[in-house]
């Protein structure tokens, strides 16, 4: 097998980092709906800071993952504020099921 050298702006740089930030998320989401804010504190405090994600690199990931059906999205009142708004993210019941299934036979 050899090793195949990913440069700066590859698209296989751009495809690992994309997947690595959905898996982030969707690992995220099986503790039970968030909005951004909350899914990318998570994932910074999860890395113990080593991953700050920005909302430049968060909201197309949060789109890009609504558009294939893993999660579902839905505005709701920011508790106590009910004048501001936010939207909860969470993984579909088909997608729940399947990184259950995948974390059982050892595939996460």
Do not use: C
């Not at 997947?19 to 099986?30: A, P, S």
């Not at 709906?33 to 994600?53: F, M």
């Not at 968060?58 to 839905?74: D, N, Q, S, T």
């Not at 009142?77 to 909860?88: I, P, V």
Request: proline share 3%; aromatic share 10%.
């Amino acid at each position: 097998m050899s090793a195949v050298a990913i440069t700066h702006d590859s698209p296989d740089r751009i495809q690992l980092l994309q997947g690595t930030l959905d898996m982030l998320i969707l690992r995220t989401l099986l503790f039970g709906p968030a909005h951004g804010r909350q899914i990318a504190k998570h994932i910074q405090r999860t890395t113990e800071d080593l991953l700050q994600i920005e909302h430049g690199s968060l909201y197309p990931a949060l789109h890009r993952l609504e558009r294939r059906g893993w999660i579902a999205a839905k505005w709701e009142s920011a508790g106590k504020d009910l004048n501001r708004e936010f939207k909860y993210y969470r993984l579909t019941a088909a997608e729940r099921s399947n990184w259950w299934r995948k974390s059982r036979n050892g595939k996460y």
